[in-house]
């Protein structure tokens, strides 16, 4: 009886042995794939936020550069149209980053944005207000992209949806 059992351990530590580097590979390929493509998430999510923030800066820039040269005579009607595509275009970048898209969403990047360039282009706020918007819709920006993403529940997600619906239709 004893050989017996001692045969079957025996036989079991050569299947283990057999086994076990099998599973190890398996599960260390698993374990880095997992890594890999959070790594992954992780350089995209950054190269969005970046485009967004390089985005924004531009057209920052060619607003006051363009509202500077208005009150002198450098200014030229090329100056405004090309301001004008470059806000285009920072709308164009804020909507289409895929990786970060619902945090822009849930943060109210866009309307943010879009409140601060109205404003001033309507002239409700003046240089230094503007200014100080955009710096602190940046650094909020900034803030995003440098720490993870942290999604709030479900429903203060439908609520936070159901309030942008609202304001999109102009119903706040």
Do not use: C
């Not at 580097?21 to 599960?27: E, K, Q, R, S």
Request: net charge positive; charged share 25%.
């Amino acid at each position: 009886m004893n050989s017996k059992l001692s045969n079957g351990w025996a036989i079991a530590l050569v299947l283990w042995g057999v086994i076990a580097p099998l599973v190890g590979i398996l599960v260390g390929h698993f374990l880095s794939r997992s890594w890999q493509r959070e790594q992954w998430f992780r350089d995209k999510r950054y190269e969005d936020y970046q485009a967004v923030l390089s985005a924004i800066v531009a057209a920052y820039t060619a607003i006051v550069r363009v509202d500077m040269a208005s009150t002198t005579s450098l200014f030229k009607p090329e100056m405004a149209e090309e301001v004008e595509v470059i806000k285009a275009d920072s709308f164009r970048v804020l909507r289409d980053r895929i990786f970060i898209a619902d945090e822009l969403d849930l943060a109210g990047i866009l309307v943010e944005w879009d409140t601060l360039i109205t404003n001033y282009t309507k002239h409700a706020s003046d240089e230094r207000e503007f200014a100080g918007r955009f710096s602190s819709l940046n650094d909020k920006l900034v803030r995003m992209a440098l720490n993870p993403p942290k999604l709030p529940g479900r429903f203060k997600q439908w609520w936070m949806r159901r309030e942008l619906a609202k304001y999109r239709r102009g119903k706040l």
